[in-house]
């Protein structure tokens, strides 16, 4: 395995970190988190439970006084010490106006 400091960067788009609500859905259960960071191409969100690698999530985020929603895709599910989770999420087919809504959002934070 490389050493953290080599290991080459896999991502498409610059992440921000940015806490903002977010709802998603899994097994049709609708469960309420907040964002940690946060990109055109994902996010990563804290969870009290853990969700499965390559689970298909619905998500919705509350931008300003807007929705960016989108299908997503877990990517990773880290354990924390404290027993929450860091689920990485990239989002699928998303709809072409929640993008950019995303994209205004977070070019204004650049």
Request: no cysteine.
């Amino acid at each position: 395995m490389k050493p953290q400091a080599l290991r080459k960067e896999r991502r498409k788009h610059r992440r921000f970190e940015l806490i903002n609500l977010v709802v998603y859905k899994q097994f049709e259960i609708e469960k309420i988190t907040k964002t940690i960071n946060l990109s055109v191409g994902g996010m990563k969100m804290r969870t009290e439970f853990p969700v499965p690698l390559h689970e298909e999530l619905e998500i919705s985020i509350k931008i300003g006084d807007e929705i960016f929603k989108s299908e997503g895709k877990v990517m990773y599910a880290n354990e924390r010490k404290n027993g929450d989770y860091d689920i990485g999420v990239n989002f699928v087919n998303a709809p072409e106006e929640s993008l950019n809504l995303l994209s205004q959002y977070l070019s204004q934070r650049e």
